[in-house]
């Protein structure tokens, strides 16, 4: 891994920031904690590039609230303007 900043995905929609917040916590220091809203998916970042694989080893594909999570290293932001596309 790259960053310490990790994309969450396949949450169910009752996860809280809080909830992540403690489910990360047990592989190290939690920094950030951002759900996006009726997506079902979120992102944490860790203190450290370690804590955050840490995470992530022992987090992808176990199974939280009743979904099998998927953690994986979160990609840079992409901008608007990279979205050269029309629909018609």
């Known amino acids: 891994m790259q960053g310490s900043k990790m994309y969450v995905g396949n949450l169910d929609y009752s996860v809280t920031d809080k909830d992540l917040k403690e489910l990360f916590s047990k592989h190290g220091e939690v920094k950030e ?3 996006i809203e009726g997506k079902g998916f979120g992102f944490v ?3 450290t590039q370690a804590e955050a694989e840490k995470a992530k080893e022992g987090l992808d594909g176990t199974e939280f609230k009743g979904r099998t ?3 994986d290293e979160a990609r840079p932001r992409r901008s608007r303007q990279d979205r050269n596309y029309r629909r018609y």
Do not use: A, G
Request: aromatic share 0%.
């Open 69 to 71: 999570l998927k953690v």
């Open 33 to 35: 904690v951002n759900i």
């Open 45 to 47: 970042e860790m203190s």
